[in-house]
């Protein structure tokens, strides 16, 4: 039986309540890395936009990018995930 390949990604996944809204595939080159980042701050950026949820600092990104995650109480929240 030949084994199947495996796709090597970066994602971004938005979750909503305990459902999940969203998922966004880059690939997991350095690339790919920095385009899914750039998209997960901007993702974050436009919710707290839209849903006055407050401001991130720069200090604060770092943290979300560093823990691949960025939650709110009220169950919502984006993850930076790699899988293979």
Do not use: W
Request: charged residues 30%; positive net charge; glycine residues 8%.
């Amino acid at each position: 039986m030949k084994q199947k390949s495996r796709l090597h990604t970066v994602n971004v996944v938005r979750i909503d309540g305990s459902k999940v809204r969203s998922i966004r595939a880059f690939r997991d080159t350095p690339k790919g890395n920095r385009k899914a980042e750039k998209y997960f701050r901007c993702k974050i950026t436009e919710f707290e936009r839209v849903y006055g949820a407050g401001f991130s600092t720069e200090e604060d990104f770092d943290h979300y990018l560093k823990n691949g995650a960025y939650t709110l109480h009220e169950g919502y929240a984006f993850y930076l995930i790699h899988s293979d």
